[in-house]
Protein backbone atom coordinates (compact mmCIF):
# COMPACT_ATOMS: atom_id res chain seq x y z
CA UNK A 1 0.00 0.00 0.00
CA UNK A 2 0.98 3.52 -1.02
CA UNK A 3 1.12 6.12 1.60
CA UNK A 4 -1.16 8.22 -0.73
CA UNK A 5 -3.82 5.73 -0.45
CA UNK A 6 -3.24 5.07 3.44
CA UNK A 7 -3.35 9.23 4.69
CA UNK A 8 -6.36 9.85 2.14
CA UNK A 9 -8.83 7.83 4.56
CA UNK A 10 -7.67 9.68 7.27
CA UNK A 11 -10.09 12.22 8.46
CA UNK A 12 -8.96 15.70 10.12
CA UNK A 13 -9.20 16.05 13.72
CA UNK A 14 -8.37 19.03 15.73
CA UNK A 15 -5.77 16.90 17.93
CA UNK A 16 -3.77 15.89 14.18
CA UNK A 17 -0.57 17.47 13.44
CA UNK A 18 -1.06 19.73 10.68
CA UNK A 19 0.09 18.50 7.61
CA UNK A 20 2.77 20.38 7.28
CA UNK A 21 4.40 19.17 10.67
CA UNK A 22 4.31 15.67 8.64
CA UNK A 23 6.10 16.56 6.02
CA UNK A 24 9.02 18.51 7.55
CA UNK A 25 9.11 15.50 10.17
CA UNK A 26 9.49 13.51 7.10
CA UNK A 27 12.49 15.96 5.39
CA UNK A 28 14.18 15.40 8.55
CA UNK A 29 14.12 11.66 8.87
CA UNK A 30 14.88 11.10 5.21
CA UNK A 31 17.62 14.32 5.56
CA UNK A 32 19.56 12.43 8.20
CA UNK A 33 18.84 9.00 7.37
CA UNK A 34 17.48 7.93 10.59
CA UNK A 35 17.12 4.56 11.35
CA UNK A 36 14.97 4.15 15.31
CA UNK A 37 12.20 6.46 15.28
CA UNK A 38 9.89 6.79 18.36
CA UNK A 39 6.69 8.99 18.02
CA UNK A 40 4.57 9.48 21.09
CA UNK A 41 1.33 10.46 20.53
CA UNK A 42 0.25 8.11 16.79
CA UNK A 43 -3.42 9.21 17.44
CA UNK A 44 -5.34 8.43 13.59
CA UNK A 45 -1.62 7.86 12.27
CA UNK A 46 -1.00 10.80 9.75
CA UNK A 47 2.29 11.75 10.98
CA UNK A 48 3.21 8.09 11.79
CA UNK A 49 2.72 7.06 8.01
CA UNK A 50 4.85 9.74 6.90
CA UNK A 51 7.85 9.40 9.10
CA UNK A 52 7.36 5.12 8.25
CA UNK A 53 7.56 5.95 4.73
CA UNK A 54 10.96 8.28 5.01
CA UNK A 55 12.93 5.66 7.30
CA UNK A 56 16.28 3.80 5.65
CA UNK A 57 15.57 0.67 4.63
CA UNK A 58 15.87 -1.41 7.94
CA UNK A 59 14.42 1.54 9.97
CA UNK A 60 12.32 0.68 12.79
CA UNK A 61 9.46 2.44 14.18
CA UNK A 62 7.72 2.70 17.69
CA UNK A 63 5.03 4.35 18.00
CA UNK A 64 3.56 4.83 22.12
CA UNK A 65 -0.28 6.16 22.26
CA UNK A 66 -2.84 6.11 25.48
CA UNK A 67 -5.38 4.20 22.89
CA UNK A 68 -5.41 3.29 19.02
CA UNK A 69 -7.34 5.44 17.25
CA UNK A 70 -5.40 4.28 13.48
CA UNK A 71 -7.76 4.26 10.71
CA UNK A 72 -7.94 0.28 9.12
CA UNK A 73 -5.74 2.01 6.15
CA UNK A 74 -3.34 3.00 8.34
CA UNK A 75 -2.62 -0.59 9.95
CA UNK A 76 -2.98 -2.02 6.46
CA UNK A 77 0.09 0.43 5.03
CA UNK A 78 2.05 -0.27 8.07
CA UNK A 79 2.06 -3.94 7.98
CA UNK A 80 5.04 -5.83 6.87
CA UNK A 81 6.84 -2.99 8.00
CA UNK A 82 9.39 -2.44 11.00
CA UNK A 83 6.54 -1.00 13.21
CA UNK A 84 5.98 -1.56 17.14
CA UNK A 85 2.73 0.10 19.07
CA UNK A 86 2.62 0.78 22.78
CA UNK A 87 -0.13 1.21 24.28
CA UNK A 88 0.37 3.28 27.60
CA UNK A 89 1.17 6.19 29.33
CA UNK A 90 3.91 7.61 27.61
CA UNK A 91 6.09 8.17 31.05
CA UNK A 92 5.76 4.77 31.76
CA UNK A 93 6.52 3.07 28.04
CA UNK A 94 9.45 5.57 27.40
CA UNK A 95 11.25 4.54 30.63
CA UNK A 96 11.16 0.91 29.79
CA UNK A 97 12.73 1.79 26.23
CA UNK A 98 16.73 0.83 25.84
CA UNK A 99 19.00 3.82 26.40
CA UNK A 100 20.47 5.58 23.25
CA UNK A 101 18.25 3.42 21.01
CA UNK A 102 16.90 6.05 19.13
CA UNK A 103 17.80 8.61 16.43
CA UNK A 104 14.19 10.81 15.86
CA UNK A 105 11.70 11.10 18.44
CA UNK A 106 8.88 13.03 18.30
CA UNK A 107 6.72 13.79 21.38
CA UNK A 108 3.37 15.00 20.86
CA UNK A 109 1.19 13.52 23.15
CA UNK A 110 0.04 14.78 26.46
CA UNK A 111 -0.09 18.41 26.03
CA UNK A 112 0.38 19.90 29.26
CA UNK A 113 3.87 21.59 30.09
CA UNK A 114 5.32 19.54 32.87
CA UNK A 115 4.13 15.91 31.26
CA UNK A 116 5.84 17.27 27.82
CA UNK A 117 9.08 18.11 30.36
CA UNK A 118 9.11 14.49 31.67
CA UNK A 119 9.04 13.14 28.03
CA UNK A 120 11.74 15.38 26.88
CA UNK A 121 13.88 14.27 30.16
CA UNK A 122 13.18 10.67 29.40
CA UNK A 123 13.77 10.88 25.71
CA UNK A 124 17.02 12.29 26.05
CA UNK A 125 18.35 9.01 27.45
CA UNK A 126 17.16 7.20 24.73
CA UNK A 127 18.78 9.60 21.68
CA UNK A 128 21.96 8.30 20.34
CA UNK A 129 24.84 11.07 19.67
CA UNK A 130 23.94 13.44 17.24
CA UNK A 131 19.91 12.34 17.30
CA UNK A 132 16.75 14.56 17.22
CA UNK A 133 13.62 15.16 19.49
CA UNK A 134 10.73 16.84 18.12
CA UNK A 135 8.07 18.51 20.19
CA UNK A 136 5.04 19.83 18.42
CA UNK A 137 3.02 21.82 21.12
CA UNK A 138 2.23 21.97 24.89
CA UNK A 139 0.26 24.35 26.42
CA UNK A 140 1.54 25.40 30.17
CA UNK A 141 -2.17 26.55 32.06
CA UNK A 142 -4.24 23.84 33.54
CA UNK A 143 -7.42 23.69 32.13
Given at each position: ???????????????????????????????????????????????????????????????????????????????????????????????????????????????????????????????????????HDYYSSVF
Amino acid sequence: MELTEAIRSIEYHLWSSEEDVGKFLAALIKMHQCKNIIEVGVFRGLTACRLIDNLTENGTYTGIDIEDHRSETVIKFMKGKKVKFIFGDSLIELAKLPKMSSDFIFLDGDHRYNYVKNEFKLSQKLLTHNGIICIHDYYSSVF
